[in-house]
């Protein structure tokens, strides 16, 4: 019974399911795609049916597009569904490099590979995401190009010195981290107009006051391109002299710009580019060049002549945005080695630009090696992917599988942090395409790591057309004497053609001699107002609720106007086709609201109703209008089964009570069992309703028995053949107990007298020394009174002797 219940709510539920599905309550339908290359950019899940006899009367050729469940429970074989799917391919996937600082083998930097794949082909259909996964390796050993910008504006004077010998010292210590390492300088001061320095000759050619020697002002010179001579270094910055300039500010925006861009002239390599930007003031950028007449925003472009930034008074400072854009395009990381002061304005500066450091500068330049150290270790130990400018309808997210188990989504999803050399780190990349390019021509997008060379190159390809579009007809005689392209099942009209099969032009559609095929039998309504005559057939005009449909020939029937019983269509336990519920199995009525099932009306007996009525639609229908409930197993009026048959089962079984002279006659009517005890009572479980029975005698004795019927009617009493009765009282227990009652009572009321006196006498005392305390006693002698005492007084008593 149980397995038929289950059997009946999983069929309930796939029928269901399907006709959901068959109603199209999906994007797949609302998109109305007159084409299968339309159907399928209506989304992921939808699908194309190009079986030719596959839709009904007054369905249009959009009904050939829906979701895939639906188009199987329209009866459409996979075989005929056109669902292309989207794919990637690795077209280039070199493993990353593995090799150790000062290895035998000497690698070129474009040998040495530190993400993988390289290279990757995806196909993709709308709305369906496809997800790649890179890796990426910090490799050992891995060349490093180091650019030194430096300030050489007065202020700068003492740190020129400790400058002086950077490139040995440095070449020393970057040994540690590389063996190919390379060095440059250059420096920057200022524009060379007013109001930016003085444009007097003789500030001109020494902007420094008193006896000071100053070289010329200028905007950015390169002194020494990249070199892995420490000594040249050394020798060419040796030379270098101080200059000056006006405002507080620096022309450094400038230096920079021409230091990402001169990539010929600096000699910057394809490998870790570092810039060192050395100053102890701040920065002018974009809009300040007006001061000095200077309005042609910069045009991003090298304009180094022997070494010297040529148009400094043509065109104006750059932007922050048009600098970062230029690191980032030549893969430049800065580190901008600032005094105390400026650590605040140049800590934001950093917030803008990505793969930069700041470090703080002491007043002559000393820490500038260790400072440097300590600002590649941050760099190089975060890496950041960037991805090229997306095609329009692509979207992309990150997923990073970082070090100790970390991973992040969105935008930190996109970095891992921590990485130390020969680290290896993850990346899942999901590419969306969220509609098709217009000329559906094929894209590129790049991704690469922020501050390094390599990247990833991905090719798109978008899938907006089907398969069998290219099989197409054109001109095919199933379009109606060739009126259009037969593909995908259907008819692809020629311009100024309409109709299922192309049948009509554009120059019949409301011809009246057309309505007439639209109208049924001895009516006027056209399509039965659910519709449009179009070329003398009938397509169903579509509904809000994309669940509710009208069909037929003249869209006479719809599925939504049947029968409802619980607020359901067909009670939830049928299909509407037609006006009219077609019942699941097990079910009928109108609105298929009556259940043919017959377990809800099973009573525990295993007997329906319990044989008192008649199971109707899932529920009893009592005969006897004494008993009802659920299963007719309630009786309002009826006296307790109990107290019904305490008499006949006292008489039977202990031979006494009220019908014990007439027992024989009227307590025949059910079978007795006696057992010993409560416990071999038959227990609830049983198939037979049953009843636990507890009675008092006519001796005040408790008997106890059950009472039940089996499923042919006949009646079952089990009765414990000794009956509880209570025992007669115990004397000698009552009798000590109240004597040793009345005993402690005794003691009880002694204590509280003998407690009581004590308390009175010990009032009373007090009472008394209080009394004695206030007296008052007459200190004057009684005239009356004689002392018994007498003195004498010897006369030689006090003499000298021999007088």
Not at 17 to 46: R, V
Not at 173 to 201: A, N
Request: hydrophobic letters at 30%; aromatic letters at 8%; charged letters at 25%.
């Amino acid at each position: 019974k149980i397995l038929r219940k289950v059997f009946w709510k999983h069929l309930f539920i796939n029928e269901v399911t399907g006709l959901c599905s068959s109603l199209g309550g999906s994007d797949c339908i609302k998109a109305n795609a007159k084409s299968c290359g339309e159907c399928i950019q209506a989304g992921p899940n939808c699908g194309w049916c190009k079986k030719t006899d596959f839709l009904q009367e007054g369905e249009p050729t959009s009904a050939r597009c829906d979701d895939l469940a639906a188009l199987k429970s329209k009866g459409c074989p996979v075989n005929d569904i056109e669902d292309p799917r989207g794919s990637k391919h690795v077209l280039e996937d070199r493993e990353v490099t593995n090799r150790k600082i000062g290895a035998a083998e000497k690698l070129k930097p474009e040998a040495i590979t530190q993400i993988q794949p390289q290279k990757l082909l995806l196909k993709l259909r709308v709305g369906e995401p496809q997800t790649i996964s890179l890796k990426f390796k910090r490799a050992e050993d891995y060349p490093i190009d180091l650019y030194y910008l430096m300030d050489l504006s007065y202020s700068m004077k003492d740190d020129l010195e400790n400058v002086k010998s950077l490139g040995t010292a440095l070449m020393l210590e970057m040994e540690k981290i590389t063996s190919d390492f390379r060095i440059g300088f250059g420096s920057f001061v200022e524009k060379t107009v007013m109001p930016y320095i003085s444009t007097t000759p003789a500030k001109l050619r020494n902007p420094c006051t008193g006896d000071q020697n100053c070289t010329s002002p200028f905007s950015y010179k390169n002194v020494l391109s990249l070199t892995s001579e420490g000594n040249k270094f050394n020798e060419l910055v040796g030379k270098q002299h101080i200059s000056g300039n006006l405002d507080s500010p620096e022309g450094g925006f400038d230096a920079i710009m021409q230091v990402a861009v001169c990539g010929e002239q600096i000699g910057w390599r394809n490998v870790t580019r570092l810039l060192v930007f050395s100053t102890d003031a701040g920065f002018h950028f974009a809009g300040d060049g007006k001061l000095g007449g200077i309005v042609l925003p910069n045009d991003g472009k090298c304009h180094l002549e022997n070494n010297m930034y040529t148009m400094s008074h043509y065109y104006d400072y750059p932007s922050i945005a048009h600098l970062v854009q230029k690191l980032s395009e030549n893969n430049i990381q800065t580190i901008f080695a600032v005094t105390e002061e400026f650590q605040a304005v140049y800590k934001e500066l950093k917030n803008l630009i990505p793969k930069s450091a700041v470090g703080t500068l002491s007043s002559n330049s000393s820490n500038v090696i260790q400072l440097i150290i300590d600002a590649y270790n941050s760099l190089s130990s975060e890496v950041i992917l960037e991805n090229s400018k997306l095609p329009k309808g692509v979207t992309i997210s990150y997923k990073s599988f970082c070090k100790n188990g970390v991973n992040d989504t969105q935008e930190d999803g996109r970095k891992c942090s921590n990485i130390s050399i020969g680290d290896e780190v993850k990346f899942e990349i999901n590419v969306t395409a969220n509609e098709c390019p217009k000329k559906g021509q094929n894209e590129t997008i790049k991704i690469k790591p922020l501050g390094f060379t390599e990247e990833v190159e991905i090719n798109l390809q978008f899938i907006c057309e089907c398969q069998c579009q290219s099989e197409g007809e054109p001109n095919s005689p199933a379009c109606h004497e060739g009126n259009g392209t037969f593909e995908c099942g259907a008819c692809r009209c020629n311009e100024g053609r309409i109709g299922r099969l192309c049948e009509c032009s554009t120059d019949e559609v409301n011809s009246e001699d057309m309505d007439a095929y639209c109208r049924r039998e001895n009516s006027t309504e056209i399509c039965s107002n659910n519709g449009e005559c179009i070329c003398g057939q009938c397509v169903c005009k579509k509904r809000e609720n994309t669940n509710e449909v009208y069909s037929g020939k003249y869209c006479e029937c719809d599925n939504f106007n049947c029968d409802r019983s619980n607020g359901l269509i067909c009670g939830g336990n049928g299909i509407c086709k037609c006006r009219v519920c077609e019942c699941f199995p097990n079910f009928t009525g109108s609105a298929c609201d009556c259940s043919l099932d017959t377990f809800p009306c099973m009573a525990s007996n295993g007997q329906i109703c319990n044989g008192r009525g008649t199971c109707e639609c899932g529920t009893c229908n009592c005969t006897d209008p004494k008993f009802q409930g659920p299963t007719c197993e309630m009786c309002q009026t009826c006296l307790g089964v109990c107290a019904e048959h305490k008499d006949c089962v006292q008489c039977r079984a202990f031979d006494k009570g009220e019908k014990k002279e007439t027992c024989s006659q009227e307590c025949m009517h059910f079978n007795m069992t006696r057992v010993e005890s409560r416990d071999k009572l038959p227990q609830p479980g049983q198939p037979d309703p049953l009843s636990h029975c507890k009675e008092k005698d006519v001796d005040d004795c408790w008997f106890y028995f059950t009472y039940s019927v089996n499923s042919n009617g006949e009646a079952n009493v089990h009765v414990v053949e000794t009956p509880e009765c209570p025992s007669g009282p115990d004397i000698i227990p009552i009798v000590a107990g109240v004597v040793a009652g009345i005993v402690l009572i005794g003691l009880a009321l002694l204590l509280i007298w003998k407690l009581l006196m004590i308390i009175h006498d010990r009032r009373e005392f007090a009472k008394f020394e209080k009394e004695k305390m206030n007296a008052k006693w007459d200190t004057q002698e009684n005239p009356i009174y004689k002392s018994p005492i007498n003195n004498f007084k010897n006369p030689n008593y006090g003499r000298k002797a021999g007088l």
